[in-house]
């Protein structure tokens, strides 16, 4: 099975909201992503988790608040967001995140992120 | 990090054409892998393919890794491959970590 699932689908909130992105694999991967995709752009790369430590955060901003309770699950935190924050956030999760970059990335349907 | 060019940027092809979508990238790569993107945004693995030839039903794909291109061939169009083909690399992004660089991808249309 390869499936990353992501939840929710779609997702409107405030400026003012906290909210929550929830992503979940079982294909015992231990590195798992965060994308960013705005409309007719490729996805971008916000942070990386490898072992359930923040591998890599491309210098995101501080109202984005990834965390990773365990090895299946990983959350993106959202607190005072801007309209221009409004994407749809890909998850994503890999066996590795070393060994020359040979392993196959595998993606979630995504959460369709809308900020009013 | 290296640079990742997708051609055609749009194409539009009658049902049951075929076609070739070409992937360069600037620099060697340690894996190279082909999306598919859905209307609804799902990204679809297609092929992981660092070198070689692969292919799964009516689409294929090439990696010459020495001359730093890949290849995706689509026989017979259906009009469920519309959408956004995404490739992408590794790039060394430090702490021992390789990181994806996607192309900006190509919009296929395939039209009844």
């Known amino acids: 099975d390869t499936e990353v699932t992501q939840t929710p689908k779609h997702l409107v909130m405030g400026m003012t909201n906290k909210k929550s992105l929830k992503c979940e694999q079982h294909?015992?991967?231990?590195?798992m992503y965060w994308y960013k995709q705005k409309a007719k752009k490729p996805p971008e790369l916000m942070f990386v988790?490898?072992?359930?430590?923040?591998?890599i955060n491309e210098s995101v901003p501080s109202r984005f608040s990834p965390e990773c309770p365990n090895s299946s699950l990983l959350n993106l935190h959202l607190h005072a967001l801007q309209p221009e924050d409004s994407a749809l956030y890909l998850c994503?999760?890999?066996?590795?995140?070393?060994?020359?970059?040979?392993?196959?990335?595998?993606f979630g349907p995504g959460t369709r992120l809308t900020v009013t | 990090g290296i640079q990742v060019e997708q051609s055609p940027p749009d194409l539009i092809l009658q049902e049951g054409a075929n076609s070739t979508l070409r992937c360069n990238f600037s620099?060697?790569?340690?894996?190279l892998q082909w999306f598919h993107q859905n209307p609804w945004g799902q990204l679809i693995n297609l092929f992981y393919?660092?070198?070689g030839t692969k292919q799964n039903g009516r689409l294929s794909a090439t990696t010459v890794a020495t001359e730093r291109y890949s290849l995706l061939y689509i026989s017979s169009s259906q009009t469920t491959d519309s959408g956004v083909y995404f490739c992408?690399?590794?790039?060394?992004?430090?702490?021992?970590?390789?990181?994806?660089?996607f192309g900006k991808g190509t919009k296929l249309s395939v039209i009844p």
């Open positions: 994503a999760s890999s066996q590795d995140i070393g060994r020359g970059g040979l392993y196959e990335q595998y």
């Open positions: 294909m015992g991967h231990r590195a």
């Open positions: 988790y490898s072992y359930e430590k923040l591998s």
């Open positions: 620099d060697s790569v340690n894996n």
């Open positions: 393919i660092p070198s």
């Open positions: 992408a690399g590794t790039r060394y992004s430090g702490a021992g970590s390789y990181q994806l660089t």
